[in-house]
């Protein structure tokens, strides 16, 4: 049931997230033949999401009752989880807030939530996580981390920061879990058009939810460590790291 190279972990879709724009459209693409698990806060109204992934082809959907940021239940609900629907073949960890940057730089408690669920939530469901896959001897884990998060701009340096410790801990995670039979993958996007970005200008090399999930679905099959959406972004995030301080300093979000 693990799968090898260039092959899907067999076993049931986790989807940590389940309104997630870019979630669904990655269920979507995995949902022929498998159960999927959909975990969200207000779980009882996700029956149009579990009606669109009966329609991909999936065996079952399941709805869980999960808050991100109600860490101390993480485990349960993941051991539940497990032991109800599991094997879990492939979790997709797909929730997250860009949060209001001006209101954070004057509100203490509005950064810490913004770094909460993007960060430290995801530190915990990864931790379960990892631990449960472990266990089985085999997995895929998804993670999103952001361009944001290769070098932190003034613009939003508080959603920055958490995804540059995200992607610090899912690239320390993935070396703990060589040889495990665990597989991890960091997404490293840029802009991408959808709800969670409704009203801001899309950037340059913008992306959309469906281009997104089909580099997903194509990094799983290959077992990558990382990818980048779109791939071009590869030279940016290293272009970045030149860019002088006071340039920097003025770079729009």
Do not use: C
Not at 49 to 68: C, K
């Amino acid at each position: 049931m693990a799968g090898s190279a260039n092959e899907l972990a067999q076993g049931a879709v986790l989807l940590l997230g389940g309104r997630s724009e870019i979630g669904l459209e990655i269920a979507d693409r995995l949902a022929p033949g498998r159960e999927v698990i959909l975990a969200a806060r207000r779980s009882d109204q996700l029956e149009h999401e579990r009606q669109r992934l009966i329609a991909a082809g999936a065996t079952a959907v399941h709805t869980v009752e999960f808050d991100a940021d109600a860490v101390d239940g993480h485990g349960q609900i993941l051991s539940t989880v497990a032991r109800e629907h599991g094997p879990i073949g492939i979790a997709v960890v797909a929730f997250g807030i860009l949060g209001d940057q001006a209101r954070a730089e004057r509100d203490a408690a509005h950064a810490v939530a913004v770094v909460h669920t993007d960060f430290v939530a995801q530190v915990s469901v990864l931790t379960h996580l990892a631990n449960l896959l472990r266990a089985q001897g085999f997995g895929q884990l998804v993670v999103f981390s952001s361009i944001a998060g290769v070098r932190v701009r003034r613009a939003n340096y508080v959603y920055g920061s958490a995804k540059a410790g995200l992607d610090g801990f899912a690239s320390g995670l993935t070396d703990a879990l060589h040889g495990s039979g665990v597989h991890l993958m960091l997404v490293r996007s840029g802009f991408v058009i959808g709800r969670m970005t409704e009203g801001m200008k899309p950037a340059p090399m913008s992306s959309t939810p469906d281009h997104v999930a089909d580099a997903v679905v194509r990094g799983l099959a290959r077992r990558s460590r990382t990818i980048a959406v779109p791939e071009r972004l590869r030279v940016l995030f290293f272009a970045t790291r030149l860019i002088p301080t006071p340039i920097w300093r003025r770079m729009p979000r």
